[in-house]
């Protein structure tokens, strides 16, 4: 309760529930790292499996936080996954909100 009397949520109740599932903020912290992805660079660093990456991937892209690029390497479809600037700025206020939950913890 804050001094006026109001009731104050408590900080993760605001988190982003898009970035917040582990899958999808896995691939989030890579791409923050690496700019760019393959599928399967992304697969292998987060141990999911191709259904689960693509199904993630089209969840981050329907929030607009990353953007697919697709084209072909010789006759081989290549797809490389980026953060898009929103992408980036909601994962910093998601980094933010849990830094700052875990260091107000006693």
């Not at 393959?38 to 991937?57: E, P």
């Amino acid at each position: 309760m804050t001094e006026s009397g109001e009731i104050q949520r408590h900080p993760l109740a605001d988190l982003d529930r898009v970035i917040h599932a582990p899958a999808r903020l896995m691939i989030m912290t890579y791409l923050y790292v690496v700019n760019r992805a393959d599928y399967v660079f992304l697969m292998h660093l987060t141990g999911l499996t191709w259904g689960n990456i693509a199904s993630h991937i089209g969840k981050l892209e329907e929030a607009n936080y990353v953007e697919i690029e697709k084209k072909f390497v010789g006759k081989k479809p290549h797809s490389l996954v980026k953060l898009t600037p929103i992408g980036k700025s909601a994962y910093k206020q998601y980094k933010k909100q849990m830094q700052e939950t875990l260091n107000n913890l006693p």
